[in-house]
């Protein structure tokens, strides 16, 4: 289908990276501080997070750790409880962050959304992030409307296959009740826009800083903030890529 309308009807955002560089002093620390808590001998350094960020979810991502250090425990009961419990004492610690007002948005994004809103574009949210992990940052960054900003909130395990596979968007589009070439999603990261892509909505790329030096799959722009963009930069961007976005 062809994009008719030069502006999208809707926004779809990515969270982590894209609204707010969460991961690295955020997400990573969190999980360190709760490991160190378990008295678990694990580290996630920068360069080991960068490869397990190829694992959306932060309970995928503990099971692909461990199934690179121990294999043959991994994926044993013991093992899916104990990734239970780090993953509720690293969101507690991930939410103290929040909550300690060290986590905002990136340059540009509440600009570029208030400027959709005045023009009717809708908004929403798909992530694969647990759904506790926004409300503080809605609340704080987008007050006084907080989540009301967006209409919908497609968030953490609603979806059983997290990004890369299409279904947070198929399931946000749905709720939106808009086509995928109708929309344009905001992602940071490969793995993000490859679910977009995959959904068939045309993705522009905020780069992040774990995703700088990452291969995008096709997508209308890759740049390193929305700090200048404009509602014209993104009709511009969609005439221009009309043709790869035919809705699958
Ligand atoms: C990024 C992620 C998330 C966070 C951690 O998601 O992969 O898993 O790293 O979140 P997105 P949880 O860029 O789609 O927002 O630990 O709560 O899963
Ligand atoms: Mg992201």
Redesign the pocket.
């Known amino acids: 289908m062809a994009v008719e309308d030069p502006l999208p009807r809707a926004l779809i955002w ?5 609204l707010a560089e ?2 690295h002093h955020g ?1 990573r620390v969190a999980f360190n501080l709760a490991f160190e808590e378990a008295g678990l001998p694990w580290h996630w350094d920068e360069t080991i997070y960068a490869r397990l ?1 190829e694992v ?4 995928e ?1 503990l099971r692909a750790w461990w199934r690179s250090v121990d294999p043959a425990v991994a994926d044993s009961e013991e093992a899916t409880q104990r990734i239970l419990q780090l ?1 509720q004492r ?2 507690a610690h ?1 939410l103290a962050f929040l909550e300690q007002g060290g986590i905002t948005l990136r340059p540009g994004v509440k600009r570029l959304i208030d400027a959709a809103r005045a023009a009717g574009i809708r908004q929403a949210i ?5 759904p506790d ?1 926004l409300w503080p940052l809605l609340g704080h960054e987008f007050a006084p409307l907080g989540r009301a900003t967006f209409e919908v909130i497609g968030a ?1 395990d609603v979806v059983a296959a997290k ?1 890369p596979a299409p279904d947070i968007y198929r399931w946000v589009l749905e709720r939106l009740g808009l086509e995928a070439a109708q929309c344009l999603a905001i ?3 490969a793995v ?1 826009a490859a679910s977009a892509v995959a959904a068939g909505v045309p993705v522009l790329v905020t780069r992040s800083h774990y995703t700088v030096h990452q291969a995008m799959p096709p997508v209308l722009a890759v740049l390193d903030s929305l700090d200048t963009v404009t509602l014209s930069d993104l009709s511009a961007w969609r005439l221009a890529k009309t043709v790869p976005y035919s809705v699958p």
């Open positions: 990515d969270v982590d990276g894209t969460t991961e997400h960020l959306t979810g932060g309970k991502r993953h690293k969101t991930y798909a992530t694969t992030t647990t992990n953490g990004k992602e940071d990261s993000g």
